[in-house]
């Protein structure tokens, strides 16, 4: 069953402390992202990551860290430098950096305690 | 950096009826694609319109594109309650922005049973 797998649904964040959001794809896809989404809002790009070991600053990369030593995983972490966390965090994958097609997973919403 | 614009930002319609969304955007693009989003899930692909094309169809979508007035429309005919959900235009601008999509803010839909 191949896809894009997200987890946790939820996360709790405390102030302070850095939380990581796990993304899996078995789509065999170069091409990872990041997005936030805050309500009634767009996407916004957090980090993309063309190729393994390889990653680049989207828009709104400041408070968060990635990180890509395996084609299948691209996990975020968003520090305690990140000071409004609360959103909604989707992951997506393309075959390629510049194959239009995103693929996204089902999200992570992170709310702050 | 905001590229696409929806309108309007919410519609409700009755079943059967035709929805109609448009998506302004302000610079040249490659391609433009529709996507749709159930409330707390992840964005699924629905279409892509290249911008050397003017319609496509996918089964009960239809998309236009005007690149002289950079703009593109969405059109489901015959609603269902199933189609309620946010969608959103993505735009790709081809040459240096690495295959990045930049999302509007979407169009809410509701369509009543």
């Known amino acids: 069953d191949g896809g894009i797998t997200q987890s946790p649904k939820y996360l709790f964040r405390k102030e302070g402390q850095n939380v990581t959001l796990s993304c899996e794809q078995n789509l065999n896809h170069d091409a990872m992202y990041w997005y936030r989404q805050d309500p009634g809002q767009g996407l916004r790009l957090i980090y993309y990551?063309?190729?393994?070991?390889?990653?680049q600053k989207g828009d709104i990369a400041e408070g968060y860290s990635v990180s890509r030593e395996k084609k299948e995983s691209f996990p975020l972490t968003v520090t305690s430098a990140q000071k409004n966390p609360t959103a909604f965090y989707l992951c997506?994958?393309?075959?390629?950096?510049?194959?239009?097609?995103?693929?996204f997973g089902p999200g992570t919403r992170l709310l702050v305690l | 950096s905001q590229q696409g614009e929806e309108d309007p930002q919410a519609l409700s319609i009755q079943e059967g009826e035709n929805a109609t969304m448009n998506c302004s955007y302000k610079t040249s693009i490659n391609n433009l694609q529709w996507y749709r989003q159930n409330s707390g899930r992840g964005l699924v692909h629905l279409i892509l319109i290249r911008s050397n094309e003017r319609e496509k169809h996918s089964g009960r979508l239809r998309v236009t594109l005007d690149t002289s007035k950079k703009s593109s429309s969405l059109l489901i005919t015959a609603s269902r309650a199933a189609d309620t959900a946010s969608y959103f235009c993505?735009?790709?601008?081809?040459?240096?922005?690495?295959?990045?999509?930049?999302f509007g803010k979407g169009t809410k839909l509701s369509v009543k049973p």
């Open positions: 993505a735009t790709d601008l081809g040459g240096g922005s690495q295959g990045n999509l930049i």
């Open positions: 990551s063309q190729i393994v070991n390889d990653f």
């Open positions: 997506a994958s393309s075959i390629y950096a510049g194959m239009e097609t995103q693929y």
